[in-house]
C-alpha cells in the first residue's frame, strides 16, 4: 500500500489499494512522471518559478475573502485549482468561489456527501472509471444511462452525486489536474420512459457544474450507441451550453472508427471496440475503494462558505 504524501486534507495516512488478481486498483498520488511535467509545462505554462509565484499571490488574494474558510496553508489544494486555470491566480480564485457557491446552491445534493452514503448508485454499476487512462493521460468516466440504469431503483440525482464523488476523487490526482478527464456516456438501450426523467432543471444543474464549477479538466464528452431519442434529451441540455463545453461533446453512435480517432483502441474494453486487456472494474468495487477515502470526503465537505472545520 503506497504511503499518502501531503496531498490529503485528512489524516490518511496510506492510500488505500484494491487487489483485483494481479492487477491493483488505486488512486495515484504520485508526483508527475517527467512526460507528464511536460504537458504541464506545454499546456499549463506549470514551471517551478511560475508555481510558487502563483501559489503565494493565490493565497493572498483568498485571505481577502473573509467569508470563505479554504485549508490556505496548504499548497498543495491550491495547485488544484491553479493547473485548471493555467497557474493564473485571478482566474483560480475565480473558480474556488464558483466551486463553493455551487455546493451552497445545491446544499441538497452536497450536504454530507459520502461514498458510504451512496452505495447505491454504485451498486447499480451505472457508473464507473476504467482503471487505466486514455493515450493522454486523461481518466475515463464511463455513465451507462440506457439498459443498465433502473430507475425505479436510481434516481438521477443519486447519478449526479455518484459523479461528483468520482470527479472530487480524480482532483486529488497530479496526473488528473494535468491531463484532465474524458467521459463516455453509453446510452445504449435508452427508452422514452428513461427520457422523461430528465428536467430542464437538471439538465442546467449538470451543464452548470461541467462549464463552471469542476476544478478539472473535461477534454472531451463522447455519446455512444444514442438511440433517436437520445435527441429529445439532448435538446434539455443544448440551450445552456457555452461554445467551449459544446465543442467537445462528439457524438459517434456505433461507429467505433469515430470513437477511435478520439481514443486509442488499446485504451478502450471490447465493447467500445477496443483492445484493453485489464479487467473491467465495476461500481461496486469503486464504492470498496471510495468508502476507504471517506474521512477525505468528509474533510472536503468541511471546507466553504461560512463552514469551520471540526477540530
Not at 446510452?187 to 476544478?215: C, E, H, N, Y
Not at 478539472?216 to 464528452?221: A, E, P, S
Amino acid at each position: 500500500m503506497p504511503k499518502v504524501a501531503a496531498t490529503m486534507l485528512s489524516d490518511m495516512s496510506e492510500m488505500p489499494t484494491i487487489q483485483l488478481g494481479n492487477f491493483t486498483l488505486q488512486m495515484e498520488l504520485e508526483d508527475l512522471r517527467p512526460e507528464v511535467q511536460e504537458i504541464a509545462r506545454k499546456e499549463l505554462r506549470e514551471t517551478p518559478e511560475i508555481k510558487k509565484e502563483a501559489i503565494e499571490k493565490l493565497r493572498e488574494l483568498l485571505k481577502q475573502e473573509k467569508d470563505l474558510h479554504v485549508p490556505l496553508n496548504n499548497d498543495i489544494w491550491l495547485v488544484r485549482f491553479l493547473r485548471p486555470c493555467k497557474f493564473y491566480p485571478e482566474s483560480a480564485l475565480g473558480l474556488i468561489k464558483r466551486y463553493y457557491a455551487f455546493k451552497v446552491k445545491h446544499a441538497d445534493m452536497y450536504d454530507g456527501l459520502l461514498p458510504s452514503k451512496e452505495k447505491n448508485v454504485f451498486e447499480q454499476n451505472i457508473l464507473t472509471v476504467q482503471p487505466n487512462r486514455d493515450q493522454h493521460g486523461r481518466r475515463i468516466l464511463i455513465i451507462e444511462l440506457g439498459k443498465k440504469w433502473k430507475t425505479d431503483k436510481v434516481t438521477l440525482d443519486e447519478v449526479f452525486k455518484g459523479c461528483v464523488l468520482f470527479l472530487e476523487a480524480a482532483m486529488l490526482e497530479p496526473e488528473s489536474q494535468v491531463c484532465g478527464a474524458v467521459v463516455i456516456f453509453d446510452m445504449d438501450g435508452l427508452s422514452m420512459g428513461q427520457t422523461t426523467k430528465f428536467t430542464p432543471m437538471f439538465a442546467k444543474r449538470i451543464v452548470d457544474w461541467l462549464q463552471d464549477s469542476v476544478p478539472l479538466r473535461i477534454k472531451n464528452i463522447h455519446i455512444v450507441n444514442q438511440p433517436y431519442i437520445f435527441k429529445v434529451v439532448f435538446a434539455l441540455f443544448k440551450p445552456f451550453l457555452r461554445e467551449k463545453l459544446r465543442n467537445r461533446i462528439i457524438f459517434h453512435g456505433t461507429d467505433r472508427k469515430s470513437l477511435h480517432q478520439h481514443m486509442a483502441p488499446e485504451c478502450l474494453p471490447a465493447c467500445y471496440g477496443g483492445t484493453l486487456e485489464l479487467p473491467r472494474i465495476d461500481g461496486a468495487q469503486w464504492l470498496e475503494l471510495l468508502e476507504k477515502c471517506d474521512n477525505e470526503f468528509k474533510a472536503i465537505n468541511s471546507y466553504g462558505y461560512k463552514k469551520k472545520v471540526d477540530s
